[in-house]
């Protein structure tokens, strides 16, 4: 499998499929389904995620260059079950990263002089995910190619797969949106936990994925 027209087809995929939450967030037909709406628009703000989604593009680009044998290697079985390990391990390796790396972001210091960026926000849509200070968004990225090299190397359909996963996590968790029907149920769960970050407990629910990490830290809400 190319790697690099791998890496192409999932940008347009999270493209088209953030665009899609991104409009049904502002469609007054599905207003309902907003956990907490606001007619309240943040100046410039799609600009900001337009380059930090070049930043996270560019760097997906260098690691697919120069990653190989450290993320991934081009000979390891791709079987659906191995796909499947790889994606659960290096996203738990990654969401144990990012706990510590978010709960710093909210040090006082570091809150006014980059995460402070990602707060102005304080009702998430689909692609808020990527309205970070840049040094934030080079953090996350590198956070999640570490996993795949302490999990890994790991597979080129591996590599793919947790790419698409974990930016449709992210999406996920911004879209502000539940959907009443049981396929959403983990949708819904990654969006409420978020969006009470965002609203009333920014000290509270600073794992990404997993409820795991912050239930073991005692900053579970």
Known sequence: MNLAVGLAGVGVAIAA???????????????????????????????????????????????????????????????????????????????????????????????????????????????????LHPAETFAGVALLFTAMAVVGPISVASFLTVAFVHSIANIATHTNLVVPHPVFALFNYWAVRHDFHHGTHRNANYASIFPLWDRMFGTYQ
């Open 17 to 131: 499929l953030g665009s899609i939450f991104t409009w049904i967030s502002a469609s007054h037909r599905f207003q309902h389904l907003r956990i907490r709406a606001s007619a309240h628009a943040l100046p410039r703000k799609y600009v900001s995620i337009t380059l930090n989604g070049a930043l996270a593009a560019a760097m997906y680009a260098a690691a697919a260059m120069f990653g190989g044998d450290v993320l991934y290697r081009t000979d390891l079985a791709h079987s659906v079950l191995h796909v499947a390990v790889d994606l659960l391990l290096v996203l738990l390796v990654y969401d144990f990263y990012y706990y510590f790396l978010h709960r710093w972001l909210h040090t006082p210091t570091m809150m006014r002089r980059v995460h402070g960026v990602h707060h102005r926000v304080h009702y998430p849509e689909a692609m808020d995910g990527l309205y």
